[in-house]
């Protein structure tokens, strides 16, 4: 157990709905990271919250969005879905803005149908 | 925008062979670190690198960032079928730590 919580682990879900994605980083780290996986690629950012606030974006579509909140947990929301969003949906946690190494939650495997 | 490429793609060995995977940024790094993923698994941290030149060692592992911090590379001597798994690079954008930007990754495949 790495500390970090994902939820729900699998997802199956229809093209054109909503779904919500969960993260509860370790204990004490204030950022959240959000990284994309498709079936045998590499991590593709997403998104970072520091404390409640967005601190950057990668290549986050805008039908997808993402929000922390008062108690650090963070929510990964992706709507209107495609097939091709279908992936692994990892998020990480730190301990401050300056990264020394990221710990990785197990991931959410989203199948969109 | 900054890119962090890694070769090879793809690598297969004997059991016991040396594993050797590059990494290689399109901008100056302010520190590179390295992650192992499993398969099915999720990445795991395993060392950050902040010296220009610096190098260090795990056990069979042994890590080395580029005297122009843009190129880093990871070692792994005697390869055990337990080093299975997919090796990332990453390092944070030029400007600031709060997006790092992961490497393509090299897939590991020991044969026993």
């Known amino acids: 157990d790495s500390g970090v919580t994902q939820t729900p682990k699998h997802l199956i879900t229809a093209t054109g709905q909503r779904v919500t994605l969960r993260c509860s980083p370790r204990s004490g780290d204030l950022s959240v990271y959000w990284y994309q996986q498709s079936l045998d690629q590499g991590l593709q950012f997403l998104i970072h919250y520091y404390n409640g606030e967005e601190r950057a974006k990668g290549n986050i579509l805008e039908r997808f969005s993402a929000q922390q909140f008062p108690d650090l947990h963070s929510e990964l929301n992706l709507s209107s879905l495609e097939l091709g969003d279908s992936a692994l949906y990892f998020c990480?946690?730190?301990?401050?803005?300056?990264?020394?190494?990221?710990?990785f939650g197990s991931g959410t495997r989203l199948t969109v149908v | 925008g900054q890119q962090v490429m890694q070769i090879p793609q793809y690598q297969h060995v004997q059991e016991g062979e040396d594993f050797t995977t590059y990494c290689n940024s399109s901008t100056t790094l302010s520190n590179i670190q390295w992650y192992k993923q499993r398969p099915g698994g999720h990445p795991v941290f395993l060392i950050q690198l902040v010296k220009s030149g610096e190098v260090k060692k795990q056990k069979r592992l042994t890590f080395q960032f580029g005297e122009a911090k843009k190129n880093s590379s990871l070692h792994i001597t005697a390869t055990q079928t337990t080093d299975v798994g997919t090796y990332f690079c990453a390092g944070p954008t030029s400007g600031g730590y709060q997006k790092v930007t992961f490497g393509t990754g090299t897939k590991l495949q020991v044969i026993p």
């Open positions: 990480a946690s730190s301990a401050n803005r300056d990264p020394y190494g990221y710990t």
